[in-house]
C-alpha cells in the first residue's frame, strides 16, 4: 500500500502538523463468477439414442440449463447408432457422454465482458472410459474463430481440466466456451463436472492514518539553511498487509511493519515558503 501524495505548506520555517487524505490501491486478488454452467437437471442434453431417430440429422442443437448459466449441445456429423442407450446429457451433477457415437460439443451461451478488462476459464471433466484423444476446449470472442486447447492423449479415471488465467478480454464485448469430442463405444465417455468463468473483482482497502510535520531535524541531523525535513507517522496502517511506502515529493521510504515514524527530505525554501 501507498500514501500517494502529501501537500502540506511550511511558513517562516515554523513546524507545522496537519491532517492529510491518503490514497490506498485497491485489491484484485477476489473474483466473482460471472458465468457457471447449470448441471442440475438431470436428462437436460440430448435424449438416449439407440436408433436412428433421435438423432436427427446433423447439423443440430439442444438447449440445457437455466440462463445465464445456460447451455446447448450439437453436432455437425451426425453420431452413429449401434443398438445400445448412447446419450449426451446431464446426470447427477454432471454433463456426461456415453457411447455417444460421435462428434459432441457442448458450448455455453454468450457471457457478457464488454465492462471486464480479463477473465479466468475452468472446466473439471473426467474420463470415464473414452477411447479417443481428441477431446478439446475452445473459448470464442464475439464471433471470432476458436481458440482451442487440445487435451491429447487420457486413459480411464484421468483429469480432463483445462484452465486459461487472466484472459485478455478488454477488447471483447462477448465470450463463449466450450469444448468437442468424439466418441464411440459402450460405456466409453468423459464426465464434465463444472465449467466456470470468473473475473476479478476490485476490493476496496482502508487506507493508513498518519501525521505529516515539517521538522528541522532528521533524527539527529540538523537541517542547513533553507532545508527542511518531513517527519510522517503512520499510525494505523488500514488494509497493508506488510510495509508502507511512503513519498513526499521525489523522497520515498518503507516503514516495517507499518506502523512507526519515517523522517524524508531534506528539502529547498524558496522564497521562505516550503511546498511538498
Given at each position: 500500500m501507498k500514501i500517494s501524495k502529501i501537500n502540506f505548506r511550511v511558513i517562516n520555517?515554523?513546524?507545522?502538523t496537519i491532517g492529510l487524505v491518503a490514497f490506498c490501491t485497491f485489491s484484485s486478488l477476489a473474483q466473482t463468477t460471472i458465468y457457471s454452467a447449470d448441471f442440475s437437471t438431470d436428462n437436460d442434453g440430448f435424449p438416449n439414442h439407440s436408433d436412428a431417430s433421435p438423432p436427427t440429422?446433423?447439423?443440430?442443437?439442444?438447449?440445457?440449463?437455466?440462463?445465464?448459466?445456460?447451455?446447448?449441445?450439437?453436432?455437425?456429423?451426425?453420431?452413429?447408432t449401434d443398438g445400445t442407450a448412447n446419450s449426451f446429457k446431464v446426470v447427477s451433477g454432471a454433463l456426461v457422454?456415453?457411447?455417444?457415437?460421435?462428434?459432441?460439443?457442448?458450448?455455453?451461451?454468450?457471457?457478457?465482458?464488454?465492462?471486464?478488462n480479463m477473465v479466468t476459464i475452468n472446466a473439471l471433466s473426467e474420463n470415464v472410459g473414452?477411447?479417443?484423444?481428441?477431446?478439446?476446449?475452445?473459448?470464442?470472442?464475439?464471433?471470432?474463430?476458436?481458440v482451442e486447447t487440445i487435451i491429447g492423449i487420457t486413459?480411464?479415471?484421468?483429469?480432463?481440466?483445462?484452465?486459461?488465467?487472466?484472459?485478455?478480454?478488454?477488447?471483447?464485448?462477448?465470450l463463449i466456451?466450450?469444448?468437442?469430442?468424439?466418441?464411440?463405444?459402450?460405456?466409453?465417455?468423459?464426465?464434465?463436472?463444472s465449467y466456470i468463468v470468473t473475473a476479478p473483482v476490485a476490493?476496496?482497502?482502508?487506507?493508513?492514518?498518519?501525521?505529516?510535520?515539517?521538522?528541522?531535524?532528521?533524527?539527529?541531523?540538523?537541517?542547513?539553511?533553507?532545508?527542511?525535513y518531513v517527519s510522517v507517522e503512520v499510525t494505523d496502517k488500514g488494509s497493508a498487509t506488510g510495509d508502507v511506502s511512503v513519498s513526499v515529493g521525489s523522497f520515498t521510504g518503507s516503514i516495517t511493519?507499518?506502523?512507526?515514524?519515517?523522517?524524508?527530505?531534506?528539502?529547498?525554501?524558496?522564497?521562505?515558503?516550503?511546498?511538498?
Open positions: 520555517s515554523r513546524f507545522l440429422p446433423g447439423p443440430t442443437s439442444v438447449s440445457g440449463g437455466i440462463a445465464p448459466n445456460d447451455w446447448t449441445l450439437s453436432y455437425v456429423s451426425t453420431p452413429g457422454s456415453d457411447d455417444w457415437g460421435g462428434q459432441g460439443i457442448f458450448q455455453s451461451s454468450a457471457i457478457d465482458v464488454s465492462t471486464l473414452a477411447n479417443d484423444d481428441d477431446f478439446i476446449y475452445f473459448y470464442i470472442l464475439d464471433g471470432n474463430p476458436r486413459n480411464s479415471g484421468d483429469p480432463v481440466n483445462y484452465s486459461i488465467v487472466d484472459l485478455d478480454v478488454s477488447e471483447a464485448s462477448s466456451v466450450g469444448f468437442e469430442f468424439s466418441e464411440n463405444g459402450g460405456n466409453m465417455g468423459y464426465s464434465t463436472s476490493s476496496p482497502c482502508t487506507p493508513p492514518q498518519f501525521r505529516a510535520t515539517a521538522t528541522c531535524v532528521d533524527v539527529t541531523t540538523d537541517a542547513v539553511f533553507d532545508e527542511y511493519g507499518g506502523v512507526g515514524t519515517i523522517v524524508l527530505g531534506p528539502f529547498t525554501f524558496i522564497d521562505g515558503l516550503g511546498h511538498q
